[in-house]
């Protein structure tokens, strides 16, 4: 069995284990259980760079099949932060608010092998269903854990604690339940 990411432990209630997989309700302490999601989004500025980093790209790659080839271009560096992605939540009824998810920190890759967005960096964050059932239930599905000791030949006997351990999942998806009673997967990625 996998363990529960520790960054949850506070708010998820385990609710079905899997082999290699779990999924865990979020509840507040407060006893609600019903949460508004926030997503990272970018700036006005931010936007920009990644949109001319698209122009180019597809530039370059039209330029291909022209003959004779134009010279050599080299495609800008992509943005890291195209690359980020965070999730927040809030209790609807007392406004606790908690981290749900990033990648930064997250996740095999998160965890373990780090990411170019610098940790200090916080994105800009928007409500998600703002318009239409924003108190939501949700639900986080966790799956492929990593051995202990695979983990502490890969980063040494003293850094492969429970903690980081927890951390070292391989897929996330995230939950929410609509109008229709369904959970509907919102968000999910590959981690590792
Ligand atoms: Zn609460």
Redo the contacts with the bound molecule.
């Keep these: 069995m996998i363990p529960v990411p520790y960054h949850l432990q506070e708010i998820a209630e385990l609710t079905a284990v899997g082999e290699d997989s779990l999924t865990v309700q979020l509840v507040?302490?407060?006893?609600?259980g019903r949460f508004l999601l926030f997503e990272n989004t970018y700036t006005e500025q931010e936007r920009a760079q990644m949109r001319l980093f698209r122009q180019t790209a597809d530039e370059i790659l039209r330029s291909r099949y022209l003959y004779p080839a134009p010279e050599e271009s080299v495609l800008p560096d992509a943005l890291p932060i195209a690359g980020l992605h965070r999730f927040s939540v809030r209790?609807?009824?007392?406004?606790?608010a908690a981290l749900l998810y990033d990648n930064r920190l997250h996740g095999y890759d998160g965890a373990v092998i780090g990411r170019e967005i610098p940790p200090a960096y916080q994105p800009p964050m928007k409500q998600r269903f703002a318009g239409r059932l924003p108190a939501r239930q949700i639900r986080v599905c966790i799956s492929g854990g990593i051995p202990a000791d695979a983990l502490a030949d890969f980063t040494g006997a003293e850094a492969a604690n429970l903690r980081l351990l927890s951390e070292c999942f391989t897929e996330i998806r995230i939950q929410t339940r609509g109008e229709n009673g369904r959970y509907r997967t919102v968000f999910s990625e590959e981690t590792g």
């Design positions: 507040c302490p407060c006893g609600c209790c609807a009824d007392c406004g606790n």
